[in-house]
Each structure stands twice: as structure tokens, then as C-alpha cells.
């Protein structure tokens, strides 16, 4: 199994920032994407960013410019820097993968427990 521990989470001001982290442990063969997906109460859980194992970054378009997604593959460690935030990005933030435990198995998508955001002045 795969475990993901999320941290950063917190309550910050208008146009403050945050920096989310999600480690991965636990038996792990590979990890491929990495996301951030985001759920406010009463609507769906939604994508907010994802990344590649390559690199490669992709964002929803209410947060393109505004938070940035990376990550370290040495770690398998995902963080998502939030600046420029918003009452709108209040939200129960959840880390994302997509990875195999062994060689034979095959790839299965694993979520931690969520953090929460809140953006309120």
C-alpha cells in the first residue's frame, strides 16, 4: 500500500500565501502523475494542478499564475505553493498519485486525508 501525508494547511489572509506538502511512503515501485485536487463544501472535488513525472505542469485556469506545482521524485514528495490566494480557494486541499507497489501490479490512484485552506481576512 501507499500512504499520502499531506501538511500546510492553514488559515491565511487575502493575497497571503501557503506552502502545501504530500509525502508518499510506504511499498512503492514507481510513481508516476502527482496531483493536488481541491473540494469545497457543496461542490465536487476538483483538479487543481498535476505533474508529470517528467516535470511537466499542468493547472486549472483559477489558479494558473497563482500557485505553482513541483515536485521531488528522491522524496516522493509533491508540493503546491499557493500565493496570490483568494476567499474562492477555501477549500479541503488532497494530494494525488497514481503509483504501483511492485513491478507486476498494476497502477492504482492512492489519496491522502485531505488539508484544509481557508482564505478569510
Known amino acids: 500500500q501507499v500512504q499520502l501525508v499531506e501538511s500546510g494547511g492553514g488559515l491565511v489572509q487575502p493575497g497571503g500565501s501557503l506552502r502545501l506538502s504530500c509525502a508518499a511512503s510506504?511499498?512503492?515501485?514507481?510513481?508516476?502523475?502527482m496531483a493536488w485536487y481541491r473540494q469545497a463544501p457543496g461542490k465536487n472535488r476538483d483538479l487543481v494542478a498535476l505533474?508529470?513525472?517528467?516535470?511537466?505542469?499542468h493547472y486549472a485556469d483559477s489558479v494558473k499564475g497563482r500557485f505553482t506545482i513541483s515536485r521531488d521524485n528522491a522524496k516522493n514528495t509533491v508540493y503546491l505553493q499557493m500565493n496570490s490566494l483568494k476567499p474562492e480557494d477555501t477549500a479541503v486541499y488532497y494530494c494525488?498519485?497514481?503509483?504501483?507497489?511492485?513491478?507486476?501490479?498494476?497502477?492504482?490512484?492512492?489519496w491522502g486525508q485531505g488539508t484544509q485552506v481557508t482564505v478569510s481576512s
Open positions: 494525488n498519485a497514481n503509483a504501483r507497489t511492485t513491478w507486476y501490479v498494476p497502477e492504482a490512484a492512492y
Open positions: 510506504g511499498t512503492i515501485f514507481s510513481i508516476n502523475d
Open positions: 505533474i508529470t513525472r517528467g516535470g511537466s505542469a
